[in-house]
């Protein structure tokens, strides 16, 4: 009686390279990481927000690294009685134009980062 033949395994394939990531390809994947972070860190410093409360009477342009390019008040809130109103506007305004810089950097960041959050980046 003849004997079944063997069936060959099939072997595992393996990327160039033998399969095993260097420390080379790991520090250019890293370099091309920090490259690509400077860049959007470079379109963030351009980015402008415009961020408005009180039914448009106080209006902040932040950048999307936190930096306050501007405030603008409406000439009608320029009373003496209504400066504990400003005060509150103004801060209001600003928090809200911080936050929406950070979720803008957040967002940019994440997409090179893939979710993983890196202290000191953002």
Request: glycine fraction near 10%; aromatic fraction near 0%.
């Amino acid at each position: 009686m003849a004997r079944p033949k063997k069936r060959k395994r099939a072997q595992p394939t393996r990327p160039a390279g033998g399969g095993k990531s260097s420390p080379g390809d790991l520090m250019a994947q890293v370099q091309r990481m920090q490259e690509e972070m400077e860049r959007v860190q470079a379109e963030l410093a351009e980015t402008l927000l415009e961020v408005s409360v009180g039914g448009g009477a106080v209006r902040i342009t932040i950048t999307g690294q936190q930096e306050v390019r501007s405030v603008e008040i409406d000439p009608d809130l320029l009373t003496p009685d209504d400066v504990d109103m400003l005060q509150d506007l103004l801060l209001a305004a600003m928090n809200q134009a911080i936050e929406k810089s950070q979720a803008l950097a957040s967002e940019r960041m994440g997409a090179i980062t893939g979710g993983l959050s890196l202290p000191g980046l953002m």
